[in-house]
């Protein structure tokens, strides 16, 4: 049914308004890298902030696994976007 997937597109929702940070895997099967290449580009393109992030050594779930290869970049963005520093609550 192509027009749920029309529906569901984060691409037809821009612009969005918000800052999203985009972390990928190099070597994600599901999603590839490319995808968010292209999220990115119409992103910015409609004048959202958006930053995309590579992985190499990382692919589809390791991106959500807390203590992967990828989680300091993830636990980094994440608190950059709250304006918070690693070990503080403030």
């Given amino acids: ?3 749920r997937y029309r529906q569901a597109s984060p691409s037809k929702l821009l612009p969005t308004g ?8 190099a070597q994600d099967k599901l ?7 292209d999220y990115e ?7 959202d902030d958006v930053t995309f992030f590579v992985i190499e ?3 589809h779930f390791e991106v959500i696994t807390p203590g992967s290869v990828v989680w300091p970049k993830v636990e980094e ?13 403030k």
Avoid: C, F
């Fill in 1 to 3: 049914m192509p027009e």
């Fill in 18 to 25: 918000v800052k999203q940070v985009l972390i990928t895997g």
């Fill in 31 to 37: 999603v590839p890298p490319r995808l968010g290449q």
């Fill in 41 to 47: 580009a119409e992103a910015q393109k409609a004048g």
């Fill in 57 to 59: 050594n990382a692919a």
């Fill in 77 to 89: 963005a994440v608190l950059s976007m709250l304006k918070l520093k690693k070990g503080t609550s």
